[in-house]
């Protein structure tokens, strides 16, 4: 798993999956939201727009990253 920093109090999901490298665009982060394909601190979330903050962990497939 890796730490990814940011540097506000929170970030959205699609935005972190592209900030973390999960994902190349923001395209792809929506369609793999609304396919289910992504996990938050181990439920499935479909809400591009879920706030995360430090301490959560996001899946995709096997590909882990933490917000820190």
């Known amino acids: 798993m890796r730490d990814v920093p940011i540097d506000a109090d929170m970030i959205r999901l699609g935005q972190f999956l592209k ?3 999960l994902v190349d665009t923001g395209g ?3 369609e793999l939201i609304a396919d289910g394909e992504v996990r938050v601190n ?6 591009r727009g879920r706030q995360l903050h430090v301490g959560d962990v996001v ?4 590909a882990r990253a933490r917000v820190s």
């Open 59 to 62: 899946a995709v497939g096997t």
């Open 28 to 30: 792809e982060a929506k």
């Open 42 to 47: 181990g439920a499935v979330d479909l809400r």
């Open 19 to 21: 900030l973390a490298g």
